[in-house]
C-alpha cells in the first residue's frame, strides 16, 4: 500500500518556509510560491510572501541565513503581504527560520506594522 500526500496530516508551525498554492483573488488560478508561516490559527495559517527581490519598504526584511534557511535563492520576507491559507494548499515544507533572521523580523514587525483605523 502506498500512501499519498494527502494521506497524512502534515504539521504546519509558524517560523517554517513552505511552498504554497497561493490562489489569485479572481480564484481562476494559483501560482506556487515560497512563504513564511507567521502563526498558525486552526486549519489556516497567516503567512508572509518570500520573494527573490531587494527590499522596497520597511516591511520588507532581507533575510541574512537564507541559505541555512532552506531557501534557494537570497530572498526578502515581505510583511506588509499577508495571506491566510488553508492547510492544504501547503505542499512541501522548505526549511525553517533561523534565530537571527526571527529577531529581525520580529524588530520589523513591531516598529513598523500598525493597524490604521
Not at 508551525?13 to 490562489?23: K, L, M, Q, T, V
Not at 541565513?65 to 495571506?83: M, N, P
Amino acid at each position: 500500500m502506498h500512501l499519498k500526500m494527502k494521506d497524512f496530516m502534515t504539521t504546519i508551525r509558524g517560523g517554517e518556509f513552505w511552498i504554497a498554492e497561493i490562489p489569485y483573488t479572481s480564484g481562476a488560478d494559483a501560482k506556487k510560491r515560497p512563504v513564511l508561516v507567521l502563526w498558525v490559527d486552526g486549519q489556516d495559517a497567516v503567512v508572509a510572501v518570500v520573494t527573490s527581490a531587494q527590499p522596497r519598504t520597511v516591511t520588507d526584511v532581507l533575510l541574512n541565513q537564507w541559505l541555512e534557511s532552506g531557501l534557494k535563492v537570497a530572498s526578502t520576507v515581505r510583511l506588509s503581504r499577508l495571506d491566510c491559507l488553508e492547510n492544504s494548499l501547503f505542499r512541501k515544507k522548505v526549511g525553517h527560520l533561523s534565530e537571527v533572521d526571527a529577531v529581525e523580523l520580529k524588530k520589523v514587525w513591531q516598529e513598523s506594522i500598525n493597524l490604521q483605523f
